[in-house]
């Protein structure tokens, strides 16, 4: 370092002479706020702060992957039975569309390195499109899980014990008023004709695939609470441990009642089709059912809210590079950015075999 | 208005010497707008300083309430046995989790931290200046919520004492959304009380407390980028000031454990709200597992309170003591072993919520491992005491204090690390005792301390010493008092939370009570002594002969610290400086740089920044400090 006279420094501007000799002559760039000594620092330390706030993110989607686990652990048939509801064709469509949306990302980083605005700028278009096209295909899966039900937490169709109106009013209504279509492809029975007896609730036609747990009105096993009794004429599906099980309450519910673990019986075809049914479950865990919604819905909620968070940082990176701010000199937002939304890709590549493919 | 005397600025480079009158940061620019909406970190500083200890102030009342019911065995808040355990639960809850969350977390690193910090590094201002204004802005509301609680709770409490029972009622289906009723879950927010039982404002709290973490983590993230990078030139990671070490390690914590803290209250919201079912094990969810994710956190977060203490003491040591520090480079590495250490032993809390007892004997193994780093510092500090010429003065009293309080909590945090005693003493007054000695006593005597020392250059005045030093030996009485016995209350077996208890216990607390009423008093002189400060002697730059860099700019330093970056050297190279008497009766003594390290200094110009590649580079660097 060679000796300046601190008080011939003006204020604000780069005294270094060592490893950057170009900045030495040259006006304060414009971009460097005045507690920097030098570009380089500046990017180093947004870099620096980018990645450890990564970190953080890393550190706060691990404590749902443990919760996750652990739920899982305790309730695994409940997990293997919620695998029907959700579309792997539709996972992994997303997963390729957010891949091809990082690879556009890293080349508009690297084009903004190269100072070609206009690659960048339909780089960076690329990208929010493909993260709108995620969030899209989030809302058909959203809304298929609505539709039938399946809202997180006590909304949700299979929260009878707590919501006897909300359990009636999302499974019996929704029932009422929905086709049949699109139920075959979540894997979700509950179109059928069948006439159970109460002794055999799985009993069902080969191929149609409708589980029709009981009847109500022909249930031997007296109703645990009067208030529960569906209105006349109401054919309740899906029905809970209490409907079924004749020892439901009882302390040795679960053991008295054998869990249905054989297919046998039951056309082959619908093993293959369909895994572990609702009525696979023993009576805890036919109680727990909703976890899988629960976890799921946390899970891809705040994944979501990530992606959503992304496009709006990626929208701010392009507006500053429609108006050209960027180049050789100056990249920082857009790297920082593309850091980002790598996590919400990487975060995403965990999340969909998690819940979409692992049986 | 005096001027200083050209002996006091010696060793400050010419460029650095502001007229300290006419701009310093204080008067750089005046109105709301200028300080709500500052990025300059020492007014950051002294927002932190405001807003925290208006909220230790409001937890302290809490704690004076709840020893207060504590005098007598029977129930004293009132005739409804109901009504006063209430009463009393919502107290110690919002004791707890104002202290905890509002107070402690932010105050060394917010308060000292953002306003020592970026001048210890010769810098202008933190690496984000704009995030840590966001910090702040975050902390705040998150301060709001706690606030909307606590007027909840009293409009509800005065509602229910007034009101017939079913009156009260349906005023509480009417309003009960906009006035929570306090919170009584303890700050810990354990389920499956938190998510199905409590009738109080869990929702609000744990949002609070989900914000207030955002608040912690930018912060960390903050200093963790300034100290990587701001560095100047000399300042080698092991020529880092100990301060900038303990900050290093608590950043460190802050930005790992805090977001599992977030994911844990956010998954605790939507169990409450939704009926999610996580934690509930009717739902099939595990209620151990709230309390691995909250001490994931929560342990962690212990050390994000005292490590910052225990740097203050370790700062403020050496100057005090006119002796190089003792063992440097085993302090600065014993706050990183903490904070590594911090991570691995939070399972002690849960000895009795049913872990299996090799789990157990692990935690309780690796919670051992924590004294080794721990006593590595008393020790130095000690060693750094022995010999030197201690200068007796109201920083060093609070040290001396903290170094106590410290040495006393660490000791019984082995009686709680070892299993088959801590099967005895969970959930008693024992650990009570044991975490108020760390937590509280600790950093608290390390604030004030903190408070004192740099009190000085914030301000540029020197306080009153003789009310400094009696506050400080009142406090340290006060704490003494009221928490000594409770370790001999907790052995034998009184239970912490209760409202009432077995008159056996009566003397135990009533010696507590009044030891409380000593400590507040203590803080109160405190107070009235640092508010007094403001009329006192103008304060000289470097007013203690300390050689980190924050004391080689005026007091109170220009709004961007230095005009030019001084060098860096051995920070507690003491022996560069000596003192010089003022010969103005309105400003106080100080010290100047000894002319000979004077000629070196300037032959070797002013400094710059270390070429930073990450962490690891420039350790050990041989160059050479400039005056040593």
């Known amino acids: ?359 | 208005m005096s001027t200083l005397n050209a002996p006091l600025l010696a060793g400050i480079p010419e460029a650095n010497r502001a007229d300290v009158h006419h701009d310093n940061y204080l008067t750089h620019s005046r109105g709301f707008v200028s300080w709500a909406f500052t990025l300059d970190h020492k007014r950051i500083a002294i927002l932190y300083l405001v807003g925290v200890m208006s909220m230790f102030a409001i937890g302290g009342i809490f704690a004076l309430l709840l020893r207060l019911e504590l005098f007598t065995p029977e129930a004293s808040f009132s005739e409804n046995p109901a009504l006063n355990n209430d009463l009393y639960n919502q107290f110690f809850t919002i004791h707890g989790a104002v202290m905890v969350f509002l107070f402690i977390i932010p105050a060394i690193p917010a308060i000292i931290g953002n306003f020592v910090l970026p001048m210890m590094l010769g810098a202008k201002d933190v690496a984000f200046p704009r995030l840590n204004l966001l910090s702040f802005w975050i902390w705040a509301l998150g301060a709001v919520f706690f606030s909307w609680i606590l007027l909840g709770g009293g409009i509800t409490t005065i509602a229910r004492v007034n009101m017939e029972p079913e009156a009260f009622l349906a005023w509480r289906n009417a309003w009960g959304w906009l006035f929570p009723f306090g919170l009584d879950t303890g700050w810990t927010f354990y389920t499956p009380y938190s998510t199905t039982q409590s009738t109080t404002g869990v929702l609000p709290a744990t949002m609070g407390a989900f914000i207030l973490g955002f608040s912690s983590i930018l912060t960390g993230l903050n200093f963790i980028a300034s100290i990587h990078m701001l560095r100047p030139k000399g300042m080698t990671w092991f020529r880092m000031p100990l301060f900038l070490w303990g900050i290093y390690s608590t950043a460190i914590i802050q930005v790992l454990a805090t977001p599992v803290l977030a994911i844990t209250l956010m998954l605790l919201m939507a169990e409450r709200a939704l009926r999610i079912g996580i934690f509930d094990s009717t739902l099939g969810g595990d209620p151990v597992l709230y309390q691995h994710f909250f001490w994931f956190y929560s342990h962690p977060a212990v050390y994000i309170m005292i490590l910052p203490g225990l740097a203050v003491v370790s700062e403020i040591l050496s100057p005090m003591c006119r002796k190089h520090i003792f063992g440097y480079s085993f302090i600065a590495l014993s706050s990183i072993a903490i904070a590594f250490f911090s991570f691995i032993v939070w399972g002690h809390h849960m000895f009795t919520s049913g872990q299996s007892p090799l789990v157990n004997a692990i935690f309780s193994l690796l919670t051992f491992s924590v004294s080794i780093p721990s006593a590595v510092k008393v020790f130095n500090w000690l060693s750094t005491m022995y010999r030197g010429r201690i200068m007796l003065l109201t920083p060093m009293w609070y040290v001396m204090g903290a170094i106590l309080v410290f040495t006393l909590g660490g000791l019984t945090g082995l009686h709680l690390a070892t299993i088959s005693t801590d099967i005895h003493f969970h959930d008693t007054y024992f650990v009570v005792a044991h975490f108020h000695y760390v937590m509280m006593g600790t950093t608290l005597f390390a604030l004030l301390a903190a408070f004192y020392y740099w009190y000085p250059k914030m301000w540029g005045r020197m306080y009153p010493e003789r009310w400094g030093q009696i506050g400080a030996i009142v406090t340290i009485i006060g704490f003494n008092v009221t928490f000594l016995i409770q370790f001999v209350m907790g052995a034998q077996g009184m239970p912490r939370r209760y409202a009432t208890y077995e008159t056996q216990y009566e003397f135990y607390h009533q010696v507590s009570t009044v030891g409380s009423w000593i400590l507040g008093l203590g803080l109160l002189i405190a107070l009235i002594n640092l508010i007094a400060g403001r009329k006192g002697k103008i304060a000289p730059p470097n007013p203690w002969g300390a050689n980190t860099l924050e004391w080689q700019t005026s007091s109170p330093p220009p709004h961007d610290n230095f005009k030019i970056t001084p060098a860096a050297g051995d920070p507690y190279a003491l022996r560069r400086w000596r003192f010089v008497h003022s010969n103005d009766p309105a400003v106080a003594d100080g010290w100047e740089l000894k002319p000979e390290f004077r000629a070196r200094q300037e032959a070797a110009g002013p400094g710059h920044r270390v070429e930073h590649r990450g962490m690891g580079d420039h350790l050990g660097s041989p160059e050479k400090t400039p005056g040593e």
């Open chain 1, 1 to 359: 370092m060679s000796a300046i006279d601190p008080t011939a420094i003006p204020h604000g501007q780069d005294p270094h002479a060592g490893h950057d000799a170009a900045h030495e002559h040259h006006a304060h760039p414009p971009h460097l706020a005045h507690h920097f000594d030098t570009p380089e620092q500046q990017f180093d330390s947004g870099k620096l702060g980018m990645w450890t706030f990564l970190a953080t993110e890393i550190l706060m989607f691990g404590g749902l992957f443990c919760a996750y686990a652990v739920y899982r652990y305790n309730n695994p048939d409940v997990f293997r039975y919620g695998e029907h509801h959700v579309s792997t064709m539709w996972g992994a469509i997303n997963t390729i569309i957010l891949l091809t949306s990082s690879l556009t990302m890293a080349m508009g980083v690297r084009y903004a390195q190269l100072g070609q605005n206009s690659k960048l700028v339909a780089m960076l278009v690329l990208t929010l499109l493909g993260g709108a096209g995620f969030m899209v295909i989030k809302t058909i899966e959203y809304s298929d899980k609505w539709n039938h039900g399946y809202f997180p937490g006590f909304l949700n169709s299979y929260d009878r014990d707590q919501n006897p109106e909300g359990f009636q009013k999302n499974v019996v209504d929704k029932m009422g008023s929905h086709g049949d279509g699109d139920h075959a492809e979540a894997g979700y029975n509950d179109d059928g004709h069948a006439e159970p007896s109460p002794t055999d609730p799985l009993h069902r036609e080969a191929g149609a695939g409708p589980v029709e747990h009981q009847q109500p009105g022909e249930a031997e096993a007296p109703m645990t609470d009067p208030q529960q009794q569906p209105p006349a004429g109401v054919q309740l599906r899906h029905l809970g441990p209490e409907y079924l099980d004749p020892n439901y309450g009882s302390p040795d519910a679960a053991v008295i009642r054998p869990t249905f673990q054989t297919r046998a019986g039951i056309t082959e075809q619908v093993v293959e089709t369909h895994g572990v049914e609702y009525t696979d479950l023993d009576v805890r865990q036919q109680s727990h059912v909703k976890a899988f919604f629960n976890i799921y819905f946390m899970m891809t909620g705040l994944h979501g809210l990530h992606v959503l968070v992304g496009m709006g940082l990626i929208g701010w990176v392009l507006v500053k590079s429609l108006k050209n701010t960027f180049g050789p000199e100056y990249f920082t937002p857009v790297d920082l950015v593309g850091l980002y939304w790598h996590l919400v890709d990487l975060i995403w590549i965990f999340l969909f075999p998690l819940l979409y493919l692992i049986h």
